[in-house]
């Protein structure tokens, strides 16, 4: 006969066994869930009178190679709204396109950015805007945000038509965030596209372009010069630590009591060199 204490041990046992494996089974199946919803943000899609939603699948059939990279975009995992929800990546920016697939391709798309003859969209006046600025519509319609940024003092030049959202966002392939996390350099070479004289090399480098340039500029809007995230200053004593000894402000080991005063450190003929020098360590020149 088994010893009462043994069969006890054996029980307990089996049931942790079986609640760590039912715990188990609970964190895979929220895994699961997470990973397929994470990865999908429902939109509302405007309606285009005549025309309706037939899916991104149907672009395959004639934009083989787009589709292939599309898979791989942010924006590929848009889907419509309901029950009946549909993959509408591509219809979430160019609009329904049942004519245009119907017509085999004589009708454009509501939004083709190509020319071409379109379909009357619920979007009314908008498709009457300059050609340069169609696709800033089109990215406002869900970044509103952004649209709020472009109204400040100092912006990339997309109201005016000079640039375009595509310009710094691909839409059709890969992350639309160019950098970030451990690809900072890669961010920065995006602006370095426009701004060939920031990229350098430099002797002596400012070790904050190693962060990434929106460590001091803002990528759309700011009501600071430059598009600066701070106008004075401050931006330069977020990294740079300052103490005050004896009534002095201390930077660096350096006095900086007055010289703070006459302005900010990159105006006030001081570090003028806020990129880089190729003579001073100190950013001079």
Same mark, same amino acid.
């Given at each position: ?5 043994? /069969?006890?041990?054996?029980?307990? &046992? ?65 889907? &419509? ?13 160019? $609009? ?7 017509? $085999?391709?004589?009708? /454009? ?6 020319? $071409? ?51 710094? *966002?691909?839409? *059709? ?52 010069? /430059? ?5 004075? &200053?401050?931006?330069?004593? /977020?990294? *740079? ?33 806020? *990129? ?10």
């Amino acid at each position: 006969m088994m010893n009462p204490i043994v /069969k006890f041990r054996k029980r307990s &046992a089996a049931w942790w066994r079986g609640l760590i494996g039912a715990g188990g089974l609970a964190v895979l199946l929220v895994t699961v869930i997470s990973c397929q919803t994470a990865h999908r943000a429902v939109v509302l899609l405007p309606d285009v009178p005549g025309a309706k939603y037939i899916g991104s699948k149907e672009c395959e059939q004639c934009h083989e190679e787009i589709y292939r990279g599309f898979q791989t975009a942010d924006h590929a995992r848009l889907i &419509a709204e309901g029950p009946n929800a549909l993959n509408a990546g591509c219809e979430s920016c160019h $609009g329904p396109c049942s004519t245009h697939s119907e017509s $085999g391709g004589e009708v /454009k798309p509501p939004y083709s950015f190509t020319a $071409g003859r379109r379909d009357p969209t619920s979007y009314a006046g908008r498709l009457a805007v300059d050609p340069a600025r169609t696709k800033q519509t089109v990215c406002y319609t869900c970044h509103s945000d952004v649209r709020g940024q472009y109204n400040l003092p100092s912006h990339h030049p997309i109201p005016e038509g000079r640039m375009s959202c595509t310009d710094c *966002h691909p839409p *059709h392939k890969g992350s639309a965030y160019v950098g970030g996390g451990t690809s900072l350099l890669s961010q920065n070479e995006s602006c370095f596209r426009c701004h060939e004289a920031q990229r350098g090399p430099y002797v002596f480098e400012h070790e904050a372009t190693r962060e990434g340039c929106t460590i001091c500029h803002t990528a759309h809007g700011s009501v600071n010069a /430059k598009l600066l995230t701070v106008r004075d &200053a401050n931006l330069c004593l /977020k990294c *740079h630590f300052q103490q005050i000894n004896a009534g002095r402000l201390l930077i660096g080991g350096s006095d900086h009591t007055l010289r703070v005063q006459q302005g900010t450190c990159w105006t006030a003929g001081c570090h003028e060199a806020v *990129h880089g020098s190729r003579v001073s360590s100190s950013l001079r020149f």
